[in-house]
Structure formats: structure tokens, C-alpha cells
């Protein structure tokens, strides 16, 4: 069964740092994607990046990348520059055999918090 | 790009009030969604996986009587929380996805309160 494991429930970081959010998988799947979102106070889910498994480079999007580590089975999201507007939970998933039916499973989260 | 659509936003409504939630894709066609439930402070568990024309596929422990799902279009899923008590107020997402390397798009929610 496919697992995700985020092991810091909170952390703070001062405005303008970098910070990297943990995560860890676990699948017998060779063919799987993983994702990372950001829901603020207000509830919605917001995508941040994606990852594939049969990706070679680390994806990146804008502040945002991801450092897969296909053999550690680990994808943790890296903000630079972090921002105020950064404070919300974030949330590790992963996605196996990638068909679009297949369900995707959430971490436990983790409440990031941005100091002025 | 890809929206779903999740409508009511807010649900506060007595105990033995049965509640529909609708969660729709604006531009594409979805033959699945998935209904998520989440607790304060916890992460989003998945409830059930909804096929359009056939029956859901419900998480273990999660009880097919008490939360109905329907998806009799492409479009369009609805869950059904029946009889709803007080332990079943929660924050009740949807979502769905076009291809399969794609990001899931989820609706904002639906925080259900039942007094």
C-alpha cells in the first residue's frame, strides 16, 4: 500500500528565507507521481508542482522546486524567497500507476509559518 | 485552466437533515472524482473514488449508506451525507483531474455543521 510521510507538523521561517518541507513515499509502484499543495486558512487546495517518477530533472516552478530523490523515495519542497502570503499547511501526495483514476494519497501536513 | 466547481460552499442544518453536496468540472469531462473529508488540523482522507455510470468505490470504513454518491454525468458528482449528526460535520472536498500526470483540481469545499 502507498504511504506519504511528512514528518514536520510546523515549522517557522523568517520572510525572505529559503525553506524546504519534507517528504517521504513509500510504493512497490515504478510508475507513480507525486504533488505538492498549499491550502490556506480559507480551505481551498492550491497546486504547487508535480513530479513523475520517470522524470531525470527535478521539477521547478517559479519559488518552487522539488528535490526527488527517486532512491531515498523522498520529495521534498524547497520555497525560495519565502513570502508572508507562504503561511498555510502544505501537503505531500502521491499518485500510483498513473491513470487518472487512481487516487491520490494525502501526508499528514505540514503548517508552515512566515515570521516579518 | 481546469476548474471544478463546489457548491454549497456552507452547510448548517439540524440533526436528521440529509445535506447534497455537488462538485462539478467547468471545461472538462471527468469520469472520476474523489471525495475527500478533512478534520480540523488533519490532513484530507479519501472517502470514495466516483464513477460516472457506475457505483462508488468507498475507502474502508467509510459507510456507502450514510454518504451516498452519485456521478450520472461527466461532469457532475454528488455526495450525499444522509441523516446527518453532529459527528459528521466536517470539511468535505471533491476533486478530479484530466490526465493522469495532471495536478487534481479540487473544488473550495464544503464545511458542514450540524447542530
Known amino acids: 500500500a502507498q504511504k506519504i510521510t511528512q514528518t514536520q507538523p510546523g515549522m517557522f521561517v523568517q520572510e525572505k528565507e529559503a525553506v524546504t518541507l519534507d517528504c517521504t513515499y513509500d510504493t512497490s509502484d515504478q510508475s507513480y507521481g507525486l504533488f505538492w499543495y498549499k491550502q490556506p486558512s480559507s480551505g481551498e487546495m492550491i497546486f504547487l508542482i508535480y513530479q513523475g517518477s520517470y522524470d531525470e530533472q527535478n521539477a521547478t516552478e517559479g519559488r518552487y522546486s522539488l528535490n526527488f530523490q527517486k532512491a531515498r523515495k523522498s520529495a521534498n519542497l524547497v520555497i525560495s524567497a519565502s513570502q508572508l502570503g507562504d503561511s498555510a499547511m502544505y501537503f505531500c501526495a502521491m499518485r500510483e500507476r498513473y491513470s487518472s483514476a487512481s487516487k491520490i494519497i494525502f501526508g499528514s501536513g505540514t503548517r508552515l509559518s512566515i515570521r516579518p | 485552466g481546469a476548474v471544478v466547481s463546489q457548491h454549497p460552499s456552507r452547510v448548517i442544518c439540524k440533526s436528521g437533515t440529509s445535506v447534497k453536496i455537488e462538485c462539478r468540472s467547468l471545461?472538462?469531462?471527468?469520469?472520476?472524482m474523489f471525495w475527500y473529508r478533512q478534520f480540523p488540523k488533519q490532513s484530507l482522507m479519501l472517502m470514495a473514488t466516483?464513477?460516472?455510470?457506475?457505483?462508488?468505490?468507498?475507502e474502508q470504513g467509510v459507510e456507502k449508506d450514510k454518504f451516498l454518491i452519485n456521478h450520472a454525468s461527466l461532469t457532475l458528482s454528488t455526495l450525499t451525507v444522509t441523516s446527518a449528526h453532529p459527528e459528521d460535520s466536517s470539511f468535505y472536498i471533491c476533486?478530479?483531474?484530466?490526465?493522469?500526470?495532471?495536478?487534481?483540481?479540487f473544488g473550495d469545499g464544503t464545511r458542514l455543521s450540524i447542530l
Open positions: 466516483s464513477n460516472e455510470g457506475s457505483k462508488a468505490t468507498y
Open positions: 471545461d472538462f469531462q471527468a469520469t472520476t
Open positions: 476533486s478530479a483531474t484530466q490526465e493522469s500526470n495532471q495536478p487534481q483540481h
